[in-house]
């Protein structure tokens, strides 16, 4: 059992792996820690210990499974599926350590529920590889890993089969050359069915199923969608610009077609706490009014993928200050934001909030908020602006990784091959992210036009048209190939949608953002700085839609009256449940202060890879070095255990003697239980022979004698017949 102890093993690093890309940090290392300790613990301690250890170790997977993968279906699901397969490379071991002693025999319905277990498990890790895990595995990796799982599955279905559903039989040699052509033939089958009908099959599963999947989070409470009246088509034709619209639905769709005509219409103003802030704060260009993030392009549109969000609450920071904070700045610019028709769908606000006046807020991922909030309605929030040319020289500057891998991921297919090369041509990886930048920036002016009129006649994908057709477009094309192209380089990076506005009133330190502000922009992810604004579109063009004004009218004067508070429109969250005296004074506080050492967050990312090495080093050191003190007490060993496989004739005169109504005692020797039965009255004088033959070939190392043996059993056939007449009278 020894191969089905690895094979289950094997599957518990591929699960591990897989739940470290789909958004896990390593849990699962800690499975297999504790499959490969397990195998210490079954192999030194008596078998009561080991047990118990196996169904702690199980018991551990099962409830902080949960806690740890909180929001993530994917990784929870294959933590859930390393349960049975540790159970089973244990119950290998368990069987392997004391099957000579009967015990893996005792308990035949246990053994095989395991194993079964696990075989179905591992059909399900199939399924879930054939259905695919893209954006994060490719599809070509994920149908590589399903036909290797369902190998391994059933070899290892076949080996717990094995000692009892297939004894030994003699035979002719196999012909090998036969069975390696069949094996070659169904692993082609195998590879045809999970690239091809499989994965169609789970996909359709998973669109009419929804315990299938995990939908993204719609945002807030939008109202359902109006029917399509048949024969009608959304516009290809973009009018005005729509960053409202993405924020509602989670999407936004490049058109093919352009018109833009922009308004002078007033969405809302920021007044500055500090005046003195507005010129540092504008000494780049315009400032960046983020209303929400989209990551993921498809099909010529961006979406939001995300999969949760959480209530964040003021006194999530360890104090109640009237501020939701969500992090530190480094360079906090204080204002008040007035949106004017606004539905809390998204809380607008200068890029890089950190903190915002709510007693709380729902934040979805993407650096979206949302609030209960809506028409004309204020906040108070800081920001910490985080724009690429604002950075200091002296940081090293050079991209990081954010959490989601779906910041990296490019299209596929034509789109995908010509963005390659494209990106390769004008992107040299071996520079600098500034470089790279610039370069990138500097493509774009020498070969592009901003326009709000795009025509694209022959009526092809709009990206394709804007980058190799057409060359002209605006903010939203600007962005969306500089994203995809920095993709492609290796450098995570998102779009953003809001305002870019300089309209500022210096008599009132107050910005005004309008609907010739809307704009769209690529953000990038820098290692240690995080989401940063990284504008493609020509300077003179940014926060300025085609077709409108050049001077907007003057704004008219804030009222702050007119805007209800938002904090008052959003209700407080519930009171914590009550706490005892000891929780609050000593445990919360402990705990709390532990979460920020500096050293917790190493613990969390680097414990479970610092634990499986040091098992898998105490494994190597104890089982494939053994001293020559520890090699020749397991020969001796072994030596002993066939010493002591007792012969034909002495089992023979065990039953007899046990037949008779006179078993052989647990620990009685030969001797002692010849002599029992001679006391006891039974006929067995003539075995003594037998007894004296054993003692000399057992501890005399006299050579066996066949005829002899031959005779013991005649001699016990007498005896068997003598004691049965014996019972009968």
């Known amino acids: 059992m020894n191969a089905a102890f690895y094979i289950y093993t094997t599957l518990l690093v591929i699960e591990g792996v897989l739940a470290w890309i789909t958004g896990g940090q390593g849990f699962l290392a800690v499975a297999l820690t504790m499959s490969l300790g397990t195998y210490y613990i079954f192999s030194r301690a008596p078998r009561q210990v080991a047990e118990a250890a196996r169904l702690i170790a199980a018991g551990v997977l099962v409830v902080a499974a949960p806690f740890y993968y909180q929001n993530k279906l994917v990784p929870l699901l294959i933590c859930f599926m390393a349960m049975p397969h540790f159970l089973a490379a244990t119950q290998a071991i368990w069987e392997k350590q004391w099957g000579r002693a009967g015990t893996a025999s005792e308990n035949p319905k246990m053994r095989s529920l395991v194993f079964s277990i696990a075989f179905y498990t591992s059909m399900g890790l199939v399924f879930l590889l054939a259905r695919g895990m893209e954006p994060e595995i490719s599809r070509p990796t ?100 729509a960053p409202e619209e993405s924020a509602q639905t989670g999407r936004h769709q490049l058109p093919k077609r352009a018109n833009l ?33 989209l990551n993921r392009f498809d099909d010529g549109k961006w979406e939001a993928d995300v999969t949760g969000g959480v209530w964040v609450r ?147 994908d709009p990206l394709q048209n804007f980058l190799f057709n057409e060359r002209k477009g605006y903010c939203d094309f600007f962005a969306t190939g500089a994203a995809l192209l920095l993709r492609d380089a290796g450098i995570p990076s998102r779009m953003a949608y809001g305002f870019a506005t300089d309209e500022y009133d210096t008599a009132s330190a107050t910005l005004t953002f309008r609907n010739r502000n809307a704009h769209s922009w690529t953000e990038v992810y820098i290692d240690k700085i995080g989401w940063t604004v990284c504008d493609f579109t020509p300077r003179a063009d940014i926060g300025k839609v085609p077709g409108t004004p ?47 050492q500096p050293w917790v967050t190493s613990v969390k990312n680097y414990g479970p890879a610092v634990v499986l090495a040091v098992a898998a080093i105490i494994v190597a050191f104890r089982f494939l070095r053994r001293s020559p003190e520890e090699a020749a007490a397991a020969a001796a060993a072994k030596e002993r255990a066939a010493r002591e496989k007792q012969p034909a004739y002495f089992m023979e005169f065990l039953r007899v003697t046990a037949g008779a109504g006179h078993p052989k005692p647990d620990g009685a020797t030969p001797m002692e239980h010849y002599t029992a039965l001679a006391r006891a009255g039974l006929p067995v004088p003539p075995l003594r022979p037998l007894i004296h033959y054993h003692y000399a070939q057992r501890y005399e190392d006299i050579p066996p004698d066949d005829e002899r043996e031959k005779s013991f059993f005649d001699d016990l056939k007498t005896f068997e017949k003598a004691t049965t007449v014996q019972t009968q009278n």
């Open 261 to 293: 005509q922009g308004t002078t219409d007033i969405h809302g103003f920021i007044r500055l706490a500090d005046p003195s802030q507005a010129e540092s704060l504008m000494e780049h260009g315009p400032v960046y009014v983020r209303s929400h993030t």
């Open 550 to 596: 050049p001077e907007p009218p003057p704004p008219p004067e804030l009222d702050p009256s007119k805007f209800a508070d938002a904090a008052k429109q959003e209700p407080p969250p519930p009171p914590d449940a009550p706490k005892t005296q000891v929780e609050s004074n000593f445990l919360v506080k402990l705990f709390q202060q532990i979460a920020k």
């Open 314 to 460: 003021d006194s999530d920071d360890g104090k109640e200050d009237g501020m939701v904070t969500l992090r530190s700045p480094e360079r906090p610019v204080a204002y008040e934001m007035f949106l004017m028709h606004a539905d809390g769908y998204t809380l607008p606000a200068i890029q890089g909030l950190t903190a915002i006046a709510l007693p709380r807020v729902y934040a979805v991922p993407g650096d979206i908020l949302q609030t209960t909030a809506s028409g004309n309605f204020r906040y108070r929030a800081v920001s910490g602006p985080l724009v690429f040319d604002n950075l200091p020289n002296s940081m090293p500057i050079r991209p990081g990784k954010p959490e989601s891998p779906i910041h990296t991921v490019v299209p596929k297919g034509e789109l995908g091959a010509r963005l390659h090369q494209l990106s390769a041509s004008v992107i040299d990886k071996t520079k600098t992210l500034p470089e790279q930048i610039t370069a990138l920036r500097r493509f774009f002016s020498e070969h592009y036009q901003y326009s709000g009129v795009m025509t694209n006649r022959d009526g092809i």
């Open 142 to 241: 994920t149908s590589i890993l399903a036909v290797l799982v369902l190998i391994m599955g059933i070899a290892a279905w076949e080996l717990s089969r094995v000692t009892r559903l297939k004894p030994a039989q003699s035979g002719p040699a196999p012909h090998r050359s036969r069975n390696l052509l069949i094996t070659a033939c169904l692993l082609a089958l195998a590879a045809l069915i999970y690239t091809g009908p499989l994965p169609v099959a789970a996909g359709f599963l998973s669109r009419i199923s929804p315990h299938w999947r995990m939908d993204p989070i719609e945002f807030k409470n939008k109202p359902p969608k109006p029917p399509v009246t048949p024969g009608t088509h959304p516009p290809e034709e973009a009018t005005a610009p």
